[in-house]
């Protein structure tokens, strides 16, 4: 009797699978593999309750229906949104030196707050010192303390020879 359930199962599979197949590939946008892994998945889940299925009127129907629940159980999965890809995001842009980079960053959090403040707006963001007076609150004199201070700092940090950290 089970062998004869098993046999019937096969049948019904095998006639199915192609339609459930092209249905899937409709419902996941023509995402081919993961077509594939839901009509498994429901193939799956009429498999353990062949049984009770294969006395329902329209078996068809009803692997029609589990496809498409499988389907919308994957949809509200978190990770049904990642999708394989041949090429990687996090890769090294061309032309960018990152352990210059780096090494710039790490030197930089180690100055004072106001002392990176002004390096950046001086020389990041390319401000007179009025401009960068202006942006701290502070008199020019102030600021031109600052970047001496924060200068004098970072070649402490990074030794007299700044070129030694770029590219050869």
């Known amino acids: 009797m089970r062998q004869a359930r098993a046999d019937e199962y096969a049948e019904f599979a095998a006639a199915r699978a192609g339609h459930l197949y092209r249905s899937a590939c409709l419902l996941t946008a023509g995402d081919t593999h993961l077509a594939e892994d839901l009509v498994q998945e429901a193939l799956g889940r009429i498999y ?6 294969s006395g329902v009127g329209n078996p068809a129907a009803y692997a029609q229906t589990v496809l498409v629940r499988v389907f919308l159980t994957h949809q509200r999965r978190r990770s049904s949104k990642e999708r394989a890809t041949d090429v990687l995001p996090d890769v090294a842009v061309a ?8 090494t710039l960053l790490d030197a930089l959090a180690r100055l004072p707050a106001k002392d990176r403040a002004v390096v950046v707006l001086r020389y990041w963001e390319d401000r007179s010192i009025e401009e960068t007076a202006g942006v701290l609150n502070a008199s020019a004199a102030a600021v031109r303390t600052r970047c001496t201070r924060a200068l004098k700092q970072l070649r402490g940090l990074l030794g007299e020879d700044i070129g030694a950290y770029a590219r050869p």
């Open 48 to 53: 353990v309750r062949w049984s009770r299925i």
């Open 95 to 102: 032309g960018v030196d990152t352990p210059l980079r780096l």
